[in-house]
């Protein structure tokens, strides 16, 4: 029997794999993660189930704990280690990706004021900065010149940066009610969060004494998802914000197969089998050379962005058009022995 964290938000994956349970005849189970007895709820279970939110304030303190001792007992658990221990940690992900010699946009992360003032009078601008965590391009921006490098580093290694960037965040939710795409309840709230910033950005407290910047590579029109799961790959292609260069939240999508690079869906098979995970979901620019590179890596996403990709590939290349359910896969992946 499957054990499914009982979430009561519909933008993680609990809806679609009990849809998919029900629908197949699979025994499941649904848990409280945050109670106290979970351990005693999951007697009789084979696999906990479980897509924890980057900004859950709950989640942050305890998803990864419960999950990876769960793992270490024997039960099988999803999202597993190699899978999610560096969600929603760029530095983590540097070393990573670096360590297994994928094909990274050149990263640097500092822990001292004088090593990182040092690279700036050394290097070329702009560069993009970036926070440990965040998602939707938030805590992300273009550094265009050695002085408002020097101004992030003093930051970093003074007070610090709030793990919530509440300007930026009223400032999308505007540019997205221009669009249509939110209402102006969602502005309020934003506003509302300067004063009241969300619990997870608590939680988390400042980022503080560490830098991170990444190579900036021009004249990217958009970035490209791939999600690789079970040996099957589905992909997005994300529009960047007009003025802007950060395409990841835009709400602006492709999703026909001839808009995409095949070598990003090659590169990300084998980067999945590599790192022995169970979903990943790849970003990837351009560089000068039109050459794929990877920015940064994810397991979990919005799952109602993704319901109107056209089809996927196998890990042959093939391509399977019309509509296909990666929930499911998600599902008989932790149903497969040895998993």
């Not at 519909?10 to 849809?19: N, P, Q, S, T």
């Amino acid at each position: 029997m499957i054990a499914i964290h009982n979430n009561p938000s519909e933008v993680v994956f609990h809806y679609r794999w009990i849809d998919y349970c029900e629908k197949n005849n699979i025994p499941y189970k649904l848990v409280n993660c945050y109670d106290d007895d979970i351990i005693e709820q999951l007697k009789g279970c084979s696999a906990l189930m479980w897509h924890y939110h980057q900004a859950n304030f709950k989640d942050i303190v305890m998803a990864k704990p419960l999950l990876y001792s769960l793992e270490q007992s024997g039960m099988k658990v999803f999202p597993d280690f190699n899978t999610a221990w560096h969600f929603d940690d760029k530095v983590g992900q540097k070393y990573l990706l670096e360590a297994l010699g994928f094909d990274l946009v050149k990263t640097w992360v500092f822990y001292d004021k004088s090593s990182a003032l040092n690279w700036i009078n050394e290097t070329t601008f702009p560069k993009v900065f970036k926070l440990r965590g965040g998602a939707g391009s938030q805590n992300v921006k273009l550094v265009r010149s050695k002085s408002v490098a020097e101004s992030l580093v003093n930051k970093a290694f003074g007070k610090g940066f709030p793990a919530y960037d509440a300007w930026g965040s009223v400032k999308e939710r505007i540019r997205k009610w221009r669009l249509g795409k939110t209402d102006a309840f969602d502005v309020l709230k934003g506003f509302i969060r300067l004063v009241n910033p969300p619990k997870y950005a608590k939680v988390m407290g400042n980022e503080i004494n560490y830098i991170y910047f990444q190579e900036f590579l021009p004249n990217n029109d958009s970035d490209t998802r791939i999600i690789v799961i079970d040996g099957k790959a589905f992909a997005l292609k994300r529009m960047v914000r007009a003025n802007d260069f950060r395409a990841s939240g835009s709400g602006d999508f492709r999703y026909e197969r001839e808009v995409f690079d095949e070598r990003c869906v090659s590169m990300s098979f084998e980067y999945t089998r590599k790192m022995n995970a169970q979903c990943v979901a790849y970003d990837y620019v351009f560089d000068a050379e039109n050459n794929p590179k990877l920015v940064e890596i994810s397991y979990g996403f919005a799952n109602k962005v993704y319901d109107p990709c056209t089809g996927y590939w196998d890990e042959q290349m093939n391509w399977h058009p019309g509509a296909f359910n990666p929930y499911g896969w998600m599902i008989d992946l932790i149903l497969k022995n040895g998993k």
